[in-house]
């Protein structure tokens, strides 16, 4: 795992709880339409189904749930951008628990619904300083929440992806965190000041090894759009399908990220 930075840029927390919710209400509308058939399609997530999947993103509100309901650490060991490079981890466990969930929630809108009202109570209960035992370690509530935004841009992604002619819209600020926090990612995996990495309008990053640029115009740029750099950082797309395709441009010759991507899956 690449050590994590320990200046990691700030997010607003209520911003941030306004966008997990915002974001989970564009799913929940989304799904409320889908009929048996549609539930059925197959996803680019391996074997997953729409419903697998419909449940792994009530799943990834849940863990907030889950991790309030245990014994809160006696202090904070990990920091926000050592959460990408953890996920991959859990990829085994998370499977089965997602099947499990959508075979015992017949009815998905129920079940969005009933995790929707239970994270308002829980949020207005807990400090955002309250500290979570989670996959990537002993975190702030705060911190995690921002990671939630990651969960829930990627499958809204991926839903949309899955189900032709469904459009799954994507709140301003859940698409800013996101985007943000796995432009970090690369700069986390990939030190150095070399090559910029530019996600207008949220994100510019300084990495790779090389040449550190202090003025003018870089000599090695990346420039992309917010979704698909979370497709990038996220596997969903090749960076040679991205570039051949011109979702990226990318000039000088340190500005192939191919073999820097995915930061996390």
Not at 94 to 107: N, S
Not at 159 to 187: F, K
Not at 207 to 229: A, I, Y
Not at 242 to 257: C, F, I, Q
Request: net charge negative; with cysteine.
């Amino acid at each position: 795992m690449p050590p994590a930075r320990k200046r990691a840029r700030s997010y607003d927390p209520a911003r941030t709880r306004t966008a997990v919710f915002a974001q989970f209400g564009h799913v929940r509308e989304a799904v409320r339409g889908l009929s048996p058939e549609q539930f059925a399609l197959p996803t680019r997530l391996g074997e997953w189904t729409v419903r697998d999947l419909v449940a792994h993103i009530g799943m990834a509100l849940t863990a907030v749930h889950r991790s309030l309901a245990l014994p809160e650490p006696p202090k904070q060991d990990a920091v926000l951008l050592d959460w990408p490079f953890a996920t991959a981890a859990s990829s085994s466990a998370i499977d089965e628990f997602t099947r499990g969930l959508a075979a015992d929630h017949p009815d998905l809108d129920a079940y969005l619904a009933d995790i929707d009202a239970t994270l308002r109570d829980l949020l207005a209960e807990h400090p955002g300083t309250r500290i979570l035992r989670t996959n990537a370690g002993a975190l702030l509530l705060d911190d995690y929440l921002v990671t939630r935004t990651v969960e829930l841009v990627v499958h809204s992604d991926d839903l949309a992806a899955a189900v032709p002619g469904l459009e799954v819209p994507y709140d301003r600020h859940a698409l800013a965190a996101a985007t943000r926090l796995l432009a970090d990612a690369l700069a986390v995996k990939a030190p150095g000041g070399s090559t910029e990495v530019r996600v207008p309008p949220y994100a510019v990053v300084q990495c790779v090894e090389g040449p550190r640029h202090t003025r003018g115009t870089p000599p090695n740029v990346v420039e992309t759009d917010p979704l698909t750099w979370v497709r990038l950082a996220t596997g969903r797309l090749a960076w040679r399908d991205a570039v051949a395709d011109a979702a990226v441009s990318a000039s000088g010759e340190r500005a192939d990220l191919g073999g820097l991507l995915p930061v996390m899956s």
